[in-house]
């Protein structure tokens, strides 16, 4: 089996987010980036799905800051390949970053067969027209699910049995036949966590290969007009004071209303 | 004149959801402001019965077929591109739920209309479609218009009031008659939720978790506030995701909508897909160290300090509150 997982770096969110000068976009010198937590989760399910019916699992992801230590970190959890598409990728939008990835396996750089899952993160939080995986099924003509938390292969009728999400709880079973993408939401198991010092000694030993790819024409998404903070103070009522203050004050509130007995 | 808005009714086991309603209510709205017609579709399996309440669009469409049971994405994009094209819609209002994820691209890609997702507004100015969409887990919002009034808009549950969509009007129903394309995807069964030791959904008292809470070792503490407090402890995702608690205890939009008397939650950002499952608890108060986390909107009470430092003191107080 031949995984592909596309590794995406969003903002910290715990960060404080700051509004550009221009009011349309984020000030990108007070973010700092880290890997999506969905994709941290896809890159789990793909060596998951390594460990259990082997294959090999390659690793992509656009040149952006801080990517490189992710990459060898992928490396380090198991992954065989980790590739770089190098160029400056600001302003890039959904559409043409689904282009971008399709024009990864018509160039040859990775085979589509009835042995390729395609693994991305169910959903990235930074923008508004997400969901590059649909888009690239679209194009690589290949079935698609979304919120997906489990998967099982059958490689001899080269299909994937998948877990996808509802609400409160409930899930369904579906079958997809091969090639397919997946945007996953959680791998079965958490992460896994990688001591820095593994993550080190892969970086001697391994590298980051890069791949050329024309980028594909660039169309404009849709006019931002403003970007702005919701006004979060306009609820809650902020309780101040040391921990005893906070805590007696509390107890107040609950006991006002019957919550709390003696 | 403008050209119609159609919303795609959700339904999930013969049940509509409530995001049908909103975006009814909301469509209604915008279809008046613009003076265009109000579509909706059903597509399903023995679907009639939920298409009756749908009175407050101006038609129903729907497609009754055996394979819409549990279509896939594919499916549904193709047959709502073939009704689009045939009833010249121009809007398309789709939930932004786990049921319909995938929907909306395909759509979109398919018919070469703009994308939006993480829909919470939607306002027609001087005859052209604004929308408020809300990014990075509900701390940034952002204002987009739609050229030429035209898009797929995935809806964020929770956004509108799904009141304004319901209507005693008889609802003007029109079967279609559309090919089903067979799908690559086939639906095997529902998984059912495991049962936990303890349903959260019952509960007067709710402690709720978040990823502040840095390791599975700190859980302890928080079992013990709310045994004082004679509750229990529930989570956001990412403590589900780590194994630190059962997937029965996960509050939010894949998990349990719960409704205590009182929650309170420690360190819990506050994302949009946490708040749709507790926004609607009777005292919320919320602990966390970041003055600007969304939690602080939708809490009554908010504390922004360590929850370490607040926990140890407050589980005492409460024991003495109560032997006093
Ligand atoms: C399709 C889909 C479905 C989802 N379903 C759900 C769902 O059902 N339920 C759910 O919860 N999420 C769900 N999510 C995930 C959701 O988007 C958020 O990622 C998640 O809710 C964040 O959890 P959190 O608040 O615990 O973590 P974070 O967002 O990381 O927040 C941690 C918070 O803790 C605070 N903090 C850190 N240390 C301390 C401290 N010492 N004291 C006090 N505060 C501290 C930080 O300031 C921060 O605000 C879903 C996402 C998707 C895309
Ligand atoms: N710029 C990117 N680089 C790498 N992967 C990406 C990028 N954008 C999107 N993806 C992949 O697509 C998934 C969904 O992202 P999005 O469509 O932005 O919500 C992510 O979790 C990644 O797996």
Redo the contacts between chains.
């Keep these: 089996m031949d995984i592909v997982v596309f590794l995406k770096m969003v ?1 910290d ?2 960060e ?2 700051v ?1 550009g000068e221009d009011g349309k976009s ?1 000030d990108t010198q007070s973010l700092r980036m880290r890997l999506s ?1 969905p994709d941290e ?1 896809a890159l789990e399910e793909a060596v998951i799905l390594k460990e259990k019916f082997g294959g090999t699992v390659a690793v992509v992801a656009m040149e952006a800051p801080e990517v490189e230590e992710v990459l060898f970190t992928a490396r380090a959890k198991g992954a065989d390949r980790a590739v770089k598409l190098p160029g400056d990728w600001t302003g890039i939008q ?2 043409a970053i689904a282009k971008l990835f399709a024009s990864l396996f018509s160039s040859g750089s990775q085979q589509l067969t009835a042995h390729t899952l395609i693994l991305l993160g ?2 990235a ?7 590059v ?3 690239l ?2 194009i690589l003509g290949a ?5 997906v938390t489990g998967i099982r292969l059958d490689e001899e009728k080269k299909k994937a ?1 998948v ?15 091969l090639p397919a993408v997946l ?1 996953i ?3 079965e ?2 992460p896994r966590y990688i001591p820095v010092a593994k993550v080190r000694s892969i970086m001697k030993s391994a590298r980051i290969e890069t791949v050329e790819i024309s980028p594909p024409e660039i169309v404009s ?20 004071g040391s ?2 203050e ?3 004050r ?2 107040e ?3 006002e ?1 019957g ?4 | 004149m403008q050209e119609p808005i159609l919303v795609l009714a959700e339904h999930l086991r013969g049940a509509i959801a409530d995001i049908t309603y909103e975006m009814l209510g909301v469509g209604r709205k915008l279809a008046d402001d613009l003076k265009a017609p109000l579509y909706s579709v059903v597509f399903g399996k023995d679907i009639v019965p939920v298409a009756s309440h749908m009175g407050i669009a101006d038609s129903v469409f729907v497609l009754d077929h055996p394979q819409l049971d549990m279509p896939s994405p594919d499916v549904v994009a193709a047959l709502l591109k073939t009704l689009i094209e045939q009833k010249n819609v121009s809007l398309v209002l789709i939930g932004g739920t786990n049921v319909s994820t995938g929907i909306g691209p395909k759509l979109s890609f398919r018919l070469n209309l703009p994308f939006v997702n993480f829909c919470r507004n939607i306002w027609v100015k001087d005859g052209s479609v604004g929308l408020t969409s809300q990014l990075f887990g509900g701390k940034i919002l952002s204002d987009v218009r739609l050229p030429g009034n035209r898009g797929v808009v995935s809806v964020y549950p929770g956004s509108f009031p799904p009141d304004a969509g319901k209507s005693d009007r008889k609802a003007s129903i029109e079967m279609l008659d559309l090919r089903v394309e067979e799908s690559k995807i086939i639906f095997n069964k529902y998984i059912e939720p495991e049962a936990g030791d303890i349903d959260i959904t019952k509960q007067d008292i709710l402690v709720s978790v978040g990823r502040g809470i840095a390791n599975a070792d700190n859980i302890a503490m928080v079992e013990e506030l709310a045994n004082v407090l004679g509750g229990a402890v529930c989570a956001s995702r990412p403590v589900i995701d780590q194994g630190w608690l059962p997937l029965s205890r996960q509050v939010g939009k894949s998990g349990m909508t719960v409704k205590p008397k009182l929650y309170l939650s420690l360190g819990v950002s506050g994302a949009p897909e946490h708040v749709e499952g507790m926004k609607d608890s009777g005292l919320i108060i919320s602990i966390n160290t970041d003055s600007s986390a969304p939690i602080f909107g939708v809490s009554h009470y908010g504390i922004c300090a360590d929850l370490f430092d607040i926990l140890p003191t407050l589980i005492e107080e409460i024991k003495t509150h109560k032997s006093g």
């Design positions: 903002p969110v715990v404080e987010l509004i984020l937590d989760h959904a559409p169910s959903q939080i930074d923008d508004l027209e997400g969901e995986a649909p888009y099924a679209e079935p698609y699910l979304g919120v049995i877990m996808k999400e509802f609400a409160g709880g409930l899930r369904g079973e579906f079958e997809l036949p945007g939401q959680a791998a198991k958490p998404g849709l006019p931002v007009d403003r970007l702005f903070m919701p006004e979060v103070a306009g609820k809650a009522e902020m309780l101040e921990a005893a906070v805590s007696a509390m107890i509130i609950l006991a209303r919550l709390i007995g003696r």
